[in-house]
């Protein structure tokens, strides 16, 4: 408990700092920050790149995660499917989707649910040369030819990086994939990659959640959509053994958000893209933004003296 008290102190510390800052938008970043870098400590508040960053590259590809990473982001996040041949790819539709994704000239494949396809048919989209409409825009540089990675291709290209994943499964309703297969082959691709530390699983499938947690409970889980269910969201993470929540700014006050970290539970929050959204979670103190907007996010943290 002294260790937790001590440790939400110096928190509180660099977010009173952050948060006058972010009231003044002063332009340079504050002393807690960089004395936090000094002694080691990761910044107040992290940054997940959603999708790796979909307002600024592909969503869910390789270029995207490589130029999160280049940004300097602590977490890249993605979203996990199972093939028709059981491979983990990460994509985020249960179906192929066309706004973005194209089959390649001369192909014979065509559009349909992931878990229809082989892991060699989904390697016949491009998916890089387009953009979901809501995620267009004047800053999104296309990669055309970017196909739809294996799990197992992200984990190995960050694995000696400095970046925590964030991995999302995904079982659409009514599937037939097993969600103990899931996590026991998302197990062995993390003990493969030596990321056991450094992977975090995050679903609304509890299943998966549940099952991960005991074929391996070394890795972290966290918890979505859990205000759907309950108010009490400490008593559902330790139903489910998470120690990590994913909350939107209308779901938690400050104070819950202290008393979740008390008890060892990550706070991150929703979805956010834009500076009257972080605004809002800095002042809640959440341990990291979700975003797809990482560069902006971050410079939004060092302008309020949050991030070096």
């Not at 995620?135 to 990086?161: C, N, Q, W």
């Not at 391996?216 to 008593?235: E, F, K, M, Q, S």
Request: charged share 25%; glycine share 8%.
């Amino acid at each position: 408990m002294m260790h937790a008290l001590k440790s939400r102190s110096i928190r509180n510390r660099h977010l009173a700092a952050g948060l006058a800052a972010v009231a003044m938008m002063l332009p340079s970043a504050g002393s807690f920050a960089q004395d936090g870098a000094a002694a080691g400590r990761p910044p107040p508040i992290a940054i997940i790149a959603h999708r790796g960053g979909a307002m600024l590259r592909s969503e869910n590809s390789m270029p995207a995660f490589r130029h999160a990473a280049d940004l300097g982001v602590e977490y890249l996040e993605f979203d996990m499917e199972m093939t028709a041949d059981d491979r983990i790819v990460v994509y985020h539709d249960a179906a192929i989707n066309p706004d973005f994704c194209k089959p390649d000239a001369g192909s014979a494949v065509t559009i349909a649910a992931v878990r229809e396809l082989s892991f060699a048919q989904t390697q016949a989209f491009d998916c890089g040369a387009g953009v979901r409409p809501s995620y267009a825009g004047s800053r999104h540089i296309a990669a055309p030819g970017a196909r739809i990675p294996e799990l197992g291709e992200v984990l190995g290209a960050f694995k000696d990086g400095d970046a925590r994943i964030f991995a999302e499964t995904k079982i659409p309703k009514g599937s037939d994939v097993d969600p103990v297969k899931f996590a026991t082959l998302l197990d062995a691709a993390v003990r493969e990659n030596g990321l056991e530390d450094r992977l975090i699983l995050q679903s609304f499938d509890f299943r998966t959640i549940d099952a991960l947690h005991r074929i391996n409970p070394r890795i972290r889980t966290c918890l979505l959509g859990v205000p759907r269910l309950t108010r009490d969201y400490l008593a559902m993470l330790r139903q489910h053994e998470a120690s990590c929540i994913v909350l939107s700014h209308d779901e938690a006050d400050r104070a819950e958000v202290g008393r979740l970290q008390d008890a060892g539970i990550l706070v991150f929050s929703g979805v956010a893209d834009d500076e009257g959204a972080w605004h809002k979670y800095v002042t809640l103190g959440v341990d990291a933004i979700f975003t797809n907007d990482p560069e902006r996010a971050i410079q939004f943290l060092q302008r309020s003296g949050i991030r070096d």
